[in-house]
């Protein structure tokens, strides 16, 4: 039973850079409802750069 207000999802996603965007390709393809969340915290936030660029 959904409440008023409330939204159903066919899956929930934890972690919106790679890996989770990719494992959201294939349901996102099948039309399914993702729901992605993300607390902007990637691991590779202490180097903005790399690589020498
Ligand atoms: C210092 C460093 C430098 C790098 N440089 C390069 C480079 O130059 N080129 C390259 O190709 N790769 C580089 N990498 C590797 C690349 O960053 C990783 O392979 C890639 O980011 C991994 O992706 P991921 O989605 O698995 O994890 P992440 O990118 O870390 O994403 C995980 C996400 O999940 C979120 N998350 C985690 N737990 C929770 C939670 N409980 N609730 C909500 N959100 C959550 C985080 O905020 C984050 O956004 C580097 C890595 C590091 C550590």
Redesign the pocket.
């Known amino acids: 039973m959904i409440m008023p207000g409330e939204k159903k999802f066919d899956m929930i996603i934890?972690?919106?850079?790679?890996?989770?965007?990719?494992a959201a390709t294939a349901p996102g393809r099948a039309l399914k409802k993702v729901l992605i969340?993300?607390?902007?915290?990637?691991?590779?936030?202490?180097?903005p750069c790399?690589?020498g660029k």
């Open positions: 934890v972690g919106g850079s790679y890996s989770g965007l990719a969340i993300d607390d902007g915290k990637p691991c590779n936030r202490q180097t790399s690589a």
